[in-house]
């Protein structure tokens, strides 16, 4: 009876065991094919210690396959950021393309830009294996990787292409490479339709005509990549694409050469005939008047005929030929620019009650003149408006002579341009002015110039020729013929010319030097051959040599009416800037940077200003 019992009590402790360790050799079986060798788990189930040992042979031959899973499990165990999938299976799909039996076709993903190949036997069929070969290698492996990204739930997106991310460094800085890469691509679709034959209908022409014109739609006028839409760089591959077809079919290179050529020539062709348009008619603006300045010199003019005659007169007329006091001429038949002329002069001086000012103009602008002073006189300065076609110091027929220079711009052929060179006639009385243009501004004191000592000089200007330089940029023998026999006898080609604008002007040495008929005897000489170029500078030039005294280059600092690059301390540090040149500060065409110096100086606050709409 007990031995019974002992035996059932062995059979029933075996089963035990075998039901409890059974499930133990099972799971440590599976942990060796996912653990390496060297890491094997260790089990301590009620205090015994199972070690599952692997043969040689087996470690060998499941070595690979625990390293790829492990790494596969690694992956899995680590999370994905977002919006960086692993890149899925790539299928490639090869057939013949629509446009021409002799090519093929590549359509990657949907995403990706379709290539096209020439259709050769070789190199398709090898390109074929290569895709399926890689395509089963990976196939796999890819395949556990797209499970993974379900697992994860994370959305594939493909890497950026060399295009993309290339697009998108260039938006971060303002560049323009993409711009000119799209133009590019116009230009050689322009090249491709014009080598097709006249009246060419075919599939690839309308296809390059479409592409041109989504491109150049999609464009725009934007000049910098980062401003381009997406929309336009979607439409530069189709174009890539279509120019690639037209190289197959257009592949006659030296004929395209040619024909790039001709149309490089007939653009050049085109920029220099728009460059000389506009170059004329910056010079038509330039001798024109603005609508809103003619509308103020119509109201002036109107006023000043409606006034009494006794009230036409200016105040301090006692003090017009008083050589104790500082006397300004300016030449002009603009309003407002001989009222800036006056405004600048009489706030910038520390003495203004010693201020007279010669305002001398023709008969056509001396009503409106005249009448913008007596609505708007100086507090402390005296001015004198007089009117040159009134006075008997020019020649019956110096406007005949003037028109003798064969110009056509009528700022050269204009009598108050040369009634300069009658300064001592026009004032008799007077012993030392200084002479403006009307397009300068004042903006530092004068008064020191009448302290200056002229050294039997005539005129005191700022020199044009820069230190170091052989020849001058404003040189002698630009403006006058020196290939004259007479001219290069009496004059040197090199010598340093100076500028109009701002000039002190001894009218008592003028006088004694006769300066008036050597211009007058000059002048005659230029009517009878080409001595200079048209306007009153060269001949000043010649009237005055050797009569000049050089002044500091601060005093008068010039170039503001056609040249954008003069540097802001020197333009603050003068004591007269000058918008010589045509683009003038009351014209459209003025330098924008430079025309805040000039507004300080106008009234726009004026009713009649306001009322012409006269703006800054």
Known sequence: MKQSRRWQRILLLSLLSISFFAPLILVSNRL?????????????????????????????????????????????????????????????????????EDSAVIHPNENEKAVYFPKTDGNVLKFREESQRRTEISDGKDQFLTVIQLANKTDYKPPLSKFEKSTKAQRDGATDVKIKEIRDKVIQAKAYLNFAPPGSNSQIVKELRTRMRDLERAVGDVTKDKDLSK?????????????????????????????????????????????????????????????GQHCLSMRLTSEYFALDPEKR????????????????????????????????????????????????????NYPSISMWFLLNIPTTATIQIQNIDDMDVLPSDFNQLLMKQNSNDPRFISTLNHARF???????????????????????????????????????????????????????????????????????????????????????????RKLTSTYIKYFNLGTKRPLWKAGSLPIGWLTFYRQTLPLDKRCHVMGLGRESDIKTVDIEQAAVIHYDGIMKPWLDIGIEKYKRYWNVHVPYYHSYLQQCNIQA
């Open 231 to 291: 929309g336009a760089l979607r439409r530069l591959k189709p174009m890539e694409a279509a120019l690639y077809k037209a190289s197959r079919v257009f592949n006659n290179c030296p004929a395209m050469a040619t024909k790039l050529r001709a149309m490089n020539y007939n653009t050049e062709e085109l920029a220099q005939t728009q460059k000389n348009q506009a170059t004329y008619l910056m010079h038509l603006a330039a001798r024109t008047t603005p609508k």
């Open 313 to 364: 007169q200016m105040p301090n007329q006692e003090n017009y030929n008083d050589p104790s006091l500082n006397h300004y001429v300016v030449f002009s038949d603009n309003v407002l620019a001989s009222a800036v002329v006056v405004n600048s002069t009489v706030a910038s001086s520390k003495d203004p009650e010693k201020i007279v000012f010669h305002v001398v103009t023709d008969s056509l």
């Open 422 to 512: 009658y300064l001592p006639d026009i004032f008799p009385g007077l012993n030392k002015v200084v002479l403006f243009d009307h397009d300068v501004v004042v903006q530092r004191d004068l008064s020191r110039l009448w302290s200056i000592d002229m050294k039997g000089k005539v005129v005191g200007a700022v020199e044009t020729c820069q230190e170091g330089e052989e020849v001058s940029l404003h040189s002698m023998s630009t403006f006058i013929n020196f290939s004259d026999a007479w001219v290069a006898g009496k004059f040197n080609p090199k010598a340093c010319t100076w500028a109009f604008g701002m000039n002190l002007v001894d009218l008592e040495e003028w006088r004694r």
């Open 32 to 100: 060796q094919s996912i653990t390496p060798v060297g890491q094997l788990p260790l089990l301590y189930p009620l205090g015994f210690v199972f070690v599952t040992f692997f043969s040689r042979r087996e470690s060998i031959e499941e070595l690979s396959n625990f390293r790829y899973r492990a790494r596969d499990l690694r992956l899995n165990a680590i999370e994905h950021e977002g919006g960086v999938g692993l890149k899925g299976p790539r299928h490639i799909l090869l057939k013949d393309a629509e446009f021409n």
